[in-house]
């Protein structure tokens, strides 16, 4: 690329970071500046290391796409959702109100810019997963590896970002409504990935409630890091204290319900153990005769539809078999 070309784009980005740094001291105060330009240069690391094969155009794309993403949501933090507009947004990002609508198509995506990141990154956990390993086990080790992004969280950002972005979006009755959308996202990627990896119909109860367990741990992970950041947690304790929870979950899920139901029944005794053990053995094989069946019945309806939509075909081409001539007789 041109030296000119380059010198260009190094005076864009420079200029946005200005327009961000000015904003950020307009809302939060000039002290708020430092520590969010600490949190830009993490993220910017961590996304050099996850994407090294970036190129100049997709980079300074996603540059402008974060620092729009970036001005809006301090906008909306300190001035509240509603009392902004995608107009202001554009305004301060030196940028027309179309380009902001280009890279983001609704009001709400500014705040959840990484929604299809997010999707993304489950339906590949799932799907590459070994096959010696379990479900569960790929989206804990996916949410682990999202939680290194956030070792960047410092003390002057705890009291007031994320704590702050969660309560905007739980009084925001639209905000709410986005992130519902993004969990039925989320739940109907994993469903048709199960459903796929274990050869049923993606509408047997199987896969459903599996999804929607896996995608549980997902929130579990994101309450749990704003709760501890709450706490003032930060670094490598936050990360291992998030961690901590999404393990507690995933054992529960992998034990099933047994585990709890023992607890919230009172068992105690070594026979109470022993029958909630045998229990939960015959709630498996149970399981796994009914996910046996469910395969078997849709491979037969896969089988039939093949075979009808072949037919069809076949038909379809005796028919249309030579030039087809209107009733007058003309082709």
Do not use: C
Not at 237 to 263: C, P, Q, Y
Not at 302 to 317: M, V
Request: proline letters at 4%; charged letters at 35%; zero cysteines.
């Amino acid at each position: 690329m041109p030296d000119n070309v380059l010198d260009e784009d190094l005076q864009d980005e420079a200029e946005g970071e200005a327009r961000l740094d000015r904003l950020i001291a307009d809302e939060f105060g000039e002290e708020m500046v430092q520590a969010f330009a600490k949190v830009r240069r993490a993220q910017r690391e961590w996304y050099r290391q996850e994407f090294p094969d970036e190129g100049l155009r997709e980079r300074k794309k996603r540059l402008t796409r974060q620092r729009i993403s970036d001005l809006a949501t301090t906008m909306f933090i300190t001035r509240g959702f509603d009392n902004v507009k995608v107009s202001e947004v554009a305004e301060r990002a030196g940028v027309s109100e179309k380009t902001v609508y280009n890279y983001f198509p609704t009001k709400e995506s500014l705040l959840f810019d990484q929604a299809d990141e997010g999707i993304e990154q489950i339906a590949k956990a799932l799907r590459e997963r070994e096959p010696s390993e379990s479900p569960t086990k790929a989206i804990v080790a996916a949410l682990k590896q999202d939680l290194a992004r956030y070792e960047w969280i410092t003390s002057e950002l705890t009291d007031m970002y994320m704590p702050k972005f969660a309560t905007m979006v739980a009084e925001t009755p639209s905000l709410r409504a986005a992130w519902n959308e993004i969990r039925h996202r989320l739940i109907e990627v994993a469903r048709e990935v199960l459903a796929e990896s274990t050869e049923v119909d993606p509408r047997e109860p199987e896969p459903l409630v599996a999804a929607y367990a896996l995608v549980a741990l997902h929130e579990l992970g994101y309450e749990a890091l704003v709760r501890n950041v709450e706490a003032g947690l930060k670094g490598s304790k936050l990360r291992a204290a998030v961690e901590a929870e999404i393990d507690r979950g995933a054992r529960l899920l992998d034990t099933g319900l047994w585990s709890f139901n023992l607890l919230a029944q009172g068992g105690r005794t070594k026979q109470q153990l022993i029958d909630a053990a045998k229990t939960a053995e015959e709630a498996r094989a149970q399981v796994v005769e009914a996910l046996r069946q469910a395969r078997e019945a849709w491979r037969e309806m896969r089988r039939q539809q093949r075979e009808f939509s072949e037919g069809g075909r076949s038909r379809g081409g005796r028919r249309g078999s030579g030039p087809r001539r209107t009733p007058g007789g003309r082709g």
